[in-house]
């Protein structure tokens, strides 16, 4: 796995924008609030259950990864993980991006663009609309 994911998990703690363990996964998956669940290589079939059933019926997308819990515990400044969740978009789509297996995630990244232009254009939506409210809209002729 490359490194640079790894930092970008560790980037996302350091921000808020990531939740760790199965409790704080299921939370954000409960509050469809899971951008990406991050499931380590080594984890046991109980949790691999776990967060299947946790996205299921949504559209709330999961990805296991060839790193160990151990390896996954160092980068997030913790002794183990068996899975972790991301509540940020962009965050998401640079960590997918970062694994550097793009054809093999096609789909998902893929769908993390997506969400991410929609995420780009409704934050220039309501700074116009802020803009709107401050100044007053301008017409034009």
Do not use: Y
């Amino acid at each position: 796995m490359e490194v640079k994911a790894l930092n970008l998990l560790s980037l996302a703690r350091k921000g808020g924008n990531i939740g760790l363990g199965e409790e704080a996964v299921g939370a954000a998956a409960r509050a469809q609030r899971a951008r990406l669940i991050v499931v380590a290589g080594d984890c046991s079939d109980h949790s691999l259950r776990r967060v299947k059933g946790f996205v299921a019926g949504t559209k709330q997308p999961w990805l296991q990864i060839e790193t160990t819990k151990d390896e996954l515990g160092d980068a997030l400044g913790i002794t183990s993980c068996a899975m972790a969740v991301i509540t940020d978009v962009q965050l998401a789509l640079a960590f997918v991006k970062a694994l550097g297996q793009d054809e093999k995630n096609a789909d998902l990244l893929a769908d993390l663009t997506d969400r991410t232009e929609r995420v780009k254009k409704r934050r220039q939506e309501e700074k116009a609309h802020k803009n709107n409210i401050r100044h007053g809209k301008k017409r034009t002729k």
